[in-house]
């Protein structure tokens, strides 16, 4: 399992890196698909993830 959160994380960067948009383009689809998260855990990860992003810059 860690090892997909990895791969999945590297991908989402990448994407976001080369085209600037946002991780959750790549990252939502992924969870509900490769990790079988349902769709209302997956939203607020992605709205946790952005916010603390946001509280870095």
Same mark, same amino acid.
């Given at each position: 399992?860690?090892?997909?959160?990895? !791969?999945?994380? =590297?991908?989402?960067?990448?994407?976001?890196?080369?085209?600037?948009?946002?991780?959750?383009? #790549?990252?939502?689809?992924?969870? !509900?698909?490769? =990790?079988?998260?349902?769709?209302?855990?997956?939203?607020?990860?992605?709205?946790?993830?952005? #916010?603390?992003?946001?509280?870095?810059?």
């Amino acid at each position: 399992m860690k090892e997909k959160n990895i !791969i999945i994380g =590297l991908l989402a960067g990448l994407v976001s890196g080369l085209f600037a948009s946002g991780g959750g383009m #790549i990252l939502v689809p992924s969870f !509900i698909s490769i =990790l079988k998260m349902n769709e209302t855990r997956c939203k607020s990860y992605i709205n946790f993830c952005n #916010i603390t992003y946001g509280i870095g810059e």
